[in-house]
């Protein structure tokens, strides 16, 4: 089993819908949660971060945290063309970048 | 606003040819780090630097080498290019929690 698992997609929403990106974990230890965006030819650039349970928001987007299911979770409202990208999820045991475990990604397109 | 500059953003290289990738960061960051990201597999770790000279490796270092001379570039080496070496090479710094990624260099080895 691998540590972190991400549906790799690609998934398709027409424009204003809701989208519902998810990961899930194995090792109970990590702490930090990180989403991170990526287009297409670019680096990842991060989006949400999040320590512990619980929820955090930010404009459209939205991150949850569920330590006891071992599940992440990233929620996109009015979903736009330019949110048509690559998202990474990334968890740690300690904020140290050498820690961090990222997610193969899933791909997103927003059609207008 | 961190910028993390990568020295090219596409490469050709034949096999066996020695191949450096070059990232420099204008903030002054202690911790570098260089990943190879491939479809399926995510983004994994092949070295980091917490200082200058001084060098970690990651998940997956076979075939690589890195040298760190100044604070603000970290460089990666291949000594002998092979095939399964073709990737995307990405490279970051971190500020506290976050990691900052340059725009990485898509490698071809023939």
């Known amino acids: 089993q691998k540590e972190v698992e991400q549906d790799p997609g690609p998934l398709s929403v027409p424009e204003g819908a809701i989208v519902s990106l998810n990961c899930t974990y194995s090792?109970?230890?990590?702490?930090?949660f990180m989403w991170y965006r990526q287009y297409s030819r670019k680096g990842p650039e991060l989006l949400m971060y999040t320590y512990s349970s619980g929820n955090k928001e930010d404009g459209r987007f939205t991150a949850q945290v569920d330590k006891s299911s071992k599940y992440i979770s990233l929620f996109i409202r009015d979903s736009q063309p330019s949110d048509s990208a690559t998202y990474l999820c990334a968890m740690s045991v300690n904020n140290y970048g050498q820690n961090f475990v990222f997610g193969p990604g899933t791909r997103l397109s927003v059609l207008p | 606003d961190v910028k993390v500059t990568q020295s090219s953003r596409y490469l050709v290289k034949r096999t066996g040819e020695k191949v450096f990738l070059e990232c420099v960061q204008d903030m002054d960051h202690e911790n570098m780090f260089w990943y190879r990201q491939d479809p399926g597999l995510g983004l994994r770790l092949i070295y980091f630097s917490y200082d200058v000279k001084m060098k970690e490796k990651g998940d997956i270092p076979e075939g690589y080498s890195v040298s760190r001379e100044k604070k603000e570039r970290f460089s990666l080496i291949l000594e002998s290019a092979s095939t399964n070496q073709t990737s995307m090479y990405l490279c970051a710094t971190i500020d506290r929690e976050t990691q900052y990624f340059g725009p990485g260099t898509r490698l071809l080895v023939l």
């Open positions: 090792n109970s230890a990590f702490q930090y």
